[in-house]
């Protein structure tokens, strides 16, 4: 089966970014995901199996809990808890790979250091829109996550003969997550092909499966529970929901980070649901509202998220954030989905 992304010249210039490099920085971006943890956590374990010994894994901040046994976790830096360290990694890096994100504001408040860095940058994504000032962009939104673009660059290496089960849980894990457990973007052969490739490398799946989505403590799930029954909000002839949750719901539920994800997938199990928001206080910003948007039935919500939460992402998965109250934030959700009402309905 055809994997090969990169033409004869994208793949010897990463071949030579590859040797020339020593010091190699990889990010990722805020809020890490099991795609953006998944890629950066594969990309290292390759890059180690071809020899290169100092890899930093730098992300803006903490992974969620359901993330945290991925081969390697334990040698991510954070840059919200060790900044110097960060500042350090970026300054000697003579290479920065950038995993699963498309615009540096992405990687929020490390994207000064992002930035200063001045080492050939090698970009690994699936988003939307690209900044493009790279050695390399491997741009591919067609692609189910960033971590199958990872298998199939390692593949383009010559690297999956040696790949490590540790590697492949991480590539599996990224494609798992990203798809919803292979339940949306995900109907291209090829990414049976590749989940076959990750097995004979003898990942546990069925175990990545129940460490990820099985991991709620019963608050989480309470919490859940009632923001689906309590604070969920149906527009049925526009085919559209939303629901806010308040810093003092999540406090009540004592919240922890990953509490939430995924939540905003529940309301399209409603028959004919063509969009669903989520809109959540932040924890640790005054002010600030952070937007989750999902679709499917036809009506794609990116350029929602962009036109009315100052976001993007993907067609069918976006995000954003307001810098406003959450009364003022259910307001501009109820504008943004009038506006769509043809496209709604
Ligand atoms: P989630 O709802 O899971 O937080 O995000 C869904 C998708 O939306 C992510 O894959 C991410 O690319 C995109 N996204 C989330 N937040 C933002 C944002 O603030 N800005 C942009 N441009 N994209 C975002
Ligand atoms: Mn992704």
Redesign the pocket.
């Known amino acids: 089966m055809e994997l090969n992304l990169l033409n004869q010249e994208e793949i010897a210039t990463l071949r030579n970014l590859l040797s020339n490099a020593t010091n190699i920085v990889i990010c990722a971006?805020?809020?890490p995901?099991g795609?953006a943890t998944g890629s950066s956590l594969a990309w290292m374990h390759y890059l180690n199996q071809i020899g290169k010994t100092n890899i930093k894994v730098c992300m803006p901040d903490a992974t969620p809990d359901f993330l945290h046994w991925l081969p390697g976790h334990n040698s991510v830096i954070r840059y919200d808890r060790r900044p110097k360290e960060v500042e350090k990694a970026f300054k000697e890096a003579d290479l920065v790979c950038c995993l699963?994100?498309?615009?540096n504001?992405?990687v929020d408040a490390m994207q000064e250091v992002l930035e200063s860095s001045t080492a050939p940058r090698l970009l690994i994504d699936h988003?939307l829109e690209p900044e493009t000032n790279n050695a390399l962009t491997v741009s591919h939104p067609e692609m189910s996550s960033t971590c199958e673009i990872v298998f199939r660059l390692i593949s383009q290496l010559d690297g999956y003969e040696k790949m490590t089960t540790q590697c492949a849980s991480c590539i599996y894990c990224g494609m798992m997550t990203?798809t919803g457990g292979f339940t949306y973007n995900s109907s291209r052969p090829e990414i049976f092909y590749i989940i076959g490739q990750l097995l004979a490398k003898n990942i546990d799946k069925d175990e990545i499966y129940n460490r990820v989505f099985h991991n709620y403590s019963t608050n989480a799930l309470r919490l859940r529970a009632h923001i689906i029954l309590n604070k969920m909000k149906v527009i049925e002839e526009l085919h559209a929901s939303y629901y806010t949750v308040t810093k003092e719901e999540m406090a009540q539920f004592h919240f922890i980070k990953g509490d939430m994800?995924?939540l905003?997938n529940i309301p399209q199990q409603i028959k004919g649901l063509k969009l669903s928001i989520?809109l959540r206080e932040d924890t640790e910003r005054p002010k600030t509202v952070?937007?989750?948007?999902?679709s499917c039935n036809g009506f794609h919500c990116q350029p929602m998220?962009?036109k009315f939460?100052?976001?993007?992402?993907?067609a069918d998965?976006?995000?954003?954030?307001l810098n406003c109250t959450i009364e003022e934030a259910e307001q501009i959700a109820i504008k943004a989905i009038l506006y769509y009402k043809e496209e709604l309905q």
Request: aromatic share 6%; no cysteine; charged share 25%.
């Open positions: 971006h805020k809020s995901d795609d699963d994100f498309n615009q504001s992405r988003h990203d994800e995924g905003v989520s952070l937007v989750s948007l999902r998220a962009a939460f100052n976001g993007g992402g993907h998965a976006s995000g954003g954030r």
